[in-house]
Every structure is written in C-alpha cells, then in structure tokens.
C-alpha cells in the first residue's frame, strides 16, 4: 500500500497553502494498493517533533477502501473524522512554533470498519485498530514557519 500526494513528495516541504500560516487547507492524498481484504482505512497526521510531544493534526477514519482518495479540502464520502490536537475534528496544518518539523501521513487498513463517532480522539481510535491493521503506509513531509520578509522601502 502507497500514499502520496499531488501538493509535495516525500519528505520534502510542504506548500504554505496547507500549513495554519497559510490557508489551512488539507492536501489531495492519493492511497494506491488498498489490500482487497480491507474493510476500511484510517488516517492520522501527526508531528512527531512539537516541544510537547508528538501533535495529532487531523484523523480521518471508516474511510472506503473502494474510494480511499481525498481531493483537497476534502475527506472521502462518509469517512468521519477524529479530534485533533487543538480540539477541533477537522484538518489542522503544520504550524511550527519555530524551525523545521516533520508532519507523517499514515494510512492503516483495516479487516474492520470502526464505528465510532465523529470527533473520536486519537486514543480512542488507536485502541479500537487493535488487532485489525492489515497494512500500512507512510508520507512524510516538512514545514518551518515562514518569517515575515520586511517590506522594501
């Protein structure tokens, strides 16, 4: 199983576009090689690098495997998605209080769907893919903050 994305390859820098310092848009993902057993996929986006520990961005899950892409600013239809590190159960973009951050995509399929709330935490989630991961995949992406450039005079 793969997961790419048309907006950055792997590890490189994620557009402004996509981070909170910019239009806090989710990217287009592309899940390609779906095993045929799968019953749903998972998503969790995460920084392992923020000063507190690692910071959940956005979890989407129940996602058909049938139709695992996400256009931008989208997820699939009838996905539902999990709470994120700043509360919200939406995407939420790289915003790096200082330097360089790592940001992972990691997609999970499943022999099971979840069937769980909207707004799930990433702890409940994780609990209930227990025992159901048939597969994984992983994209990698950067962003520092972008420091405001002065205005020439």
């Given at each position: 199983?793969?997961?790419?994305?048309?907006?950055?390859?792997?590890?490189?820098?994620?557009?402004?576009?996509?981070?909170?310092y910019?239009?806090?848009r989710?990217?287009?993902?592309?899940?390609?090689?779906?095993?045929p057993?799968?019953?749903?996929?998972?998503?969790?986006?995460?920084?392992?690098?923020?000063?507190?520990?690692?910071f959940?961005?956005?979890?989407?899950f129940?996602?058909?495997?049938?139709?695992?892409?996400?256009?931008?600013?989208?997820?699939?239809?009838?996905?539902?998605?999990?709470?994120?590190?700043?509360?919200?159960?939406?995407?939420?973009?790289p915003?790096?209080?200082?330097?360089?951050?790592?940001?992972?995509?990691?997609v999970?399929?499943?022999?099971?769907?979840?069937?769980?709330?909207?707004?799930?935490?990433?702890?409940e989630?994780?609990?209930?893919?227990?025992?159901?991961?048939?597969?994984?995949?992983?994209?990698?992406?950067?962003?520092?903050?972008?420091e405001a450039?002065?205005?020439?005079?």
């Amino acid at each position: 199983m793969q997961i790419s994305s048309p907006a950055f390859r792997n590890g490189e820098t994620i557009p402004h576009q996509y981070s909170r310092y910019g239009e806090d848009r989710s990217p287009a993902l592309e899940i390609d090689g779906v095993p045929p057993e799968a019953q749903s996929l998972a998503l969790i986006v995460d920084d392992p690098d923020a000063p507190r520990g690692t910071f959940t961005h956005w979890i989407v899950f129940d996602i058909d495997p049938a139709a695992p892409s996400f256009p931008e600013e989208n997820v699939p239809r009838n996905a539902r998605e999990g709470k994120n590190g700043w509360s919200d159960a939406h995407y939420g973009g790289p915003k790096p209080p200082s330097g360089e951050h790592r940001y992972f995509f990691r997609v999970f399929a499943l022999d099971t769907k979840l069937n769980l709330p909207r707004g799930t935490s990433r702890n409940e989630v994780e609990q209930a893919m227990k025992g159901h991961v048939i597969a994984t995949a992983e994209l990698m992406g950067r962003y520092a903050k972008q420091e405001a450039v002065p205005a020439a005079d």
